[in-house]
């Protein structure tokens, strides 16, 4: 019987609720087709978390009405292209490119008009996937290809190639309007004024302009392998009293120089005889992210994953491809640390790995992240969960004090809320 219920729910997944079937949701299934038009009841808009256990496709079609241009970056981790057979149903058949297109076509209205989009996903699919998200998105609007180290150690039972990598995908809605996070530059760190790639060109320096780490005294005749000084001059207290114009393969012309002086940069010339310039707004600029996401930056493995899991948990727990709270987190950084009341969606949401990550930032930078997560009723294999949903719930309500509406569909959308108080 447990046999026949599996491969029943295979083939018809959203007639269950959690283990058990709804017999009067496959009584109204199976019933002939009427002429009547069928609506699908909306979801309503409220603000703050969301968990809604229902096939995704259903939950992203009534969502159209009410949640269009909501979402600031939609992060999935859909199921690999394995050849194993999905639990997610199709309603519209198609191969597994049609069917993720059909989602993310569901999900584009969903996103404001500078959204980002990243895409978890392994070796077997990660060209087509690339194919999919050109077609929805455009292809000027991708924007690359994000290396993650999945594991510490390959497999030695490979009889190929030991993998230790999958890929996340990123795209946007407009790529000129992204504006992709990755780290702080450094604050006091001078940059250099002259590189040997550079065109030559003269920069003048009027008197008292020009700071430098050179003792006190009268320098006759400086020399630089790079730069070229029309003059000698005089230091006192770090600074040239002199004017001086100096030659070199300068990364500025004489108009940014001057610029830069005017809003506050300084331009110090070393004991060397080298130009660094402090900028003015150096604290607050930033590198982009990086294309290999490791340890190196803090993002861990799926063994890092089943160790949080067993920790939210209270027990030891195997959740297959749960993805680190720190990959998580890093990526929701690059995409909304300009935009801290961001609005996060997930339609494959697993075990809450996407609203883990968006809880760590909110307390890393004070944000008012919100999360709005879909996840099928998949019957989970084991005694104290029936069903996937069941496992995000617990894990959202043991670190989210904000409440979360809770959401299930039958005839209509209806909702509880966890953490109510």
């Given at each position: 019987m447990e046999e026949r219920k599996k491969i029943f729910f295979e083939l018809f997944p959203e007639v269950f609720r959690g283990k058990e079937i709804d017999w009067k949701h496959l009584k109204h299934m199976l019933e002939p087709e009427s002429n009547e038009i069928k609506i699908t009841p909306n979801i309503p808009l409220v603000d703050g978390d969301h968990l809604v256990c229902s096939e995704n496709g259903l939950a992203l079609e009534s969502m159209q009405a009410n949640y269009q241009s909501q979402f600031d970056l939609l992060y999935i981790d859909p199921p690999y292209n394995t050849g194993r057979k999905f639990t997610y149903h199709d309603k519209r058949g198609g191969d597994w490119l049609g069917w993720m297109r059909e989602r993310l076509l569901l999900a584009k209205p969903l996103l404001t008009d500078d959204a980002v989009i990243f895409v978890s996903i392994g070796d077997e699919e990660v060209h087509n996937m690339r194919f999919v998200l050109e077609e929805v998105f455009g292809k000027e609007n991708y924007i690359g290809t994000l290396t993650w180290v999945k594991k510490k150690k390959?497999?030695?039972?490979s009889s190929t190639?030991?993998?230790?990598?999958?890929?996340?995908?990123?795209?946007s809605i407009n790529k000129k309007k992204t504006d992709l996070y990755g780290e702080k530059a450094y604050a006091v760190k001078a940059?250099?004024?002259?590189?040997?790639?550079?065109?030559r060109k003269r920069l003048h320096f009027a008197k008292g302009t020009l700071r430098t780490t050179l003792m006190d005294g009268e320098y006759q005749d400086p020399q630089n392998h790079l730069l070229n000084f029309s003059n000698g001059f005089v230091v006192r207290d770090g600074l040239i009293l002199d004017e001086v114009t100096i030659e070199g393969p300068f990364v500025w012309v004489q108009s940014k120089l001057?610029?830069?002086?005017?809003?506050g940069s300084t331009v110090v010339l070393s004991s060397k005889m080298g130009l660094n310039v402090h900028r003015h707004n150096?604290?607050?600029?930033?590198k982009r992210p990086l294309t290999l996401l490791s340890a190196a930056i803090g993002v861990g493995t799926y063994e890092d994953s089943h160790a949080e899991l067993s920790r939210d948990l209270d027990e030891e727990f195997v959740f297959s491809y749960s993805k680190p709270t720190s990959?998580?987190?890093?990526?929701?950084?690059?995409?909304?640390?300009h935009k801290p009341t961001a609005k996060i969606l997930d339609f494959f949401a697993g075990s809450g790995s996407t609203a883990r990550g968006?809880?760590?930032?909110?307390?890393?930078?004070?944000?008012?992240?919100?999360?709005?997560?879909?996840?099928?009723e998949e019957p989970y294999e084991g005694e104290r969960f029936e069903s996937i949903c069941d496992i995000a719930k617990l894990r959202l309500q043991k670190y989210t004090k904000n409440k979360i509406l809770l959401w299930s569909c039958t005839e209509d959308w209806n909702h509880i809320e966890l953490n109510p108080n």
């Amino acid at each position: 019987m447990e046999e026949r219920k599996k491969i029943f729910f295979e083939l018809f997944p959203e007639v269950f609720r959690g283990k058990e079937i709804d017999w009067k949701h496959l009584k109204h299934m199976l019933e002939p087709e009427s002429n009547e038009i069928k609506i699908t009841p909306n979801i309503p808009l409220v603000d703050g978390d969301h968990l809604v256990c229902s096939e995704n496709g259903l939950a992203l079609e009534s969502m159209q009405a009410n949640y269009q241009s909501q979402f600031d970056l939609l992060y999935i981790d859909p199921p690999y292209n394995t050849g194993r057979k999905f639990t997610y149903h199709d309603k519209r058949g198609g191969d597994w490119l049609g069917w993720m297109r059909e989602r993310l076509l569901l999900a584009k209205p969903l996103l404001t008009d500078d959204a980002v989009i990243f895409v978890s996903i392994g070796d077997e699919e990660v060209h087509n996937m690339r194919f999919v998200l050109e077609e929805v998105f455009g292809k000027e609007n991708y924007i690359g290809t994000l290396t993650w180290v999945k594991k510490k150690k390959g497999s030695h039972l490979s009889s190929t190639l030991r993998s230790i990598t999958e890929f996340v995908l990123c795209c946007s809605i407009n790529k000129k309007k992204t504006d992709l996070y990755g780290e702080k530059a450094y604050a006091v760190k001078a940059q250099p004024l002259a590189k040997k790639i550079n065109s030559r060109k003269r920069l003048h320096f009027a008197k008292g302009t020009l700071r430098t780490t050179l003792m006190d005294g009268e320098y006759q005749d400086p020399q630089n392998h790079l730069l070229n000084f029309s003059n000698g001059f005089v230091v006192r207290d770090g600074l040239i009293l002199d004017e001086v114009t100096i030659e070199g393969p300068f990364v500025w012309v004489q108009s940014k120089l001057d610029t830069e002086l005017a809003l506050g940069s300084t331009v110090v010339l070393s004991s060397k005889m080298g130009l660094n310039v402090h900028r003015h707004n150096q604290k607050d600029k930033y590198k982009r992210p990086l294309t290999l996401l490791s340890a190196a930056i803090g993002v861990g493995t799926y063994e890092d994953s089943h160790a949080e899991l067993s920790r939210d948990l209270d027990e030891e727990f195997v959740f297959s491809y749960s993805k680190p709270t720190s990959l998580m987190t890093y990526l929701i950084r690059a995409a909304t640390h300009h935009k801290p009341t961001a609005k996060i969606l997930d339609f494959f949401a697993g075990s809450g790995s996407t609203a883990r990550g968006v809880q760590e930032l909110n307390l890393e930078d004070g944000g008012r992240r919100t999360f709005f997560l879909i996840q099928q009723e998949e019957p989970y294999e084991g005694e104290r969960f029936e069903s996937i949903c069941d496992i995000a719930k617990l894990r959202l309500q043991k670190y989210t004090k904000n409440k979360i509406l809770l959401w299930s569909c039958t005839e209509d959308w209806n909702h509880i809320e966890l953490n109510p108080n």
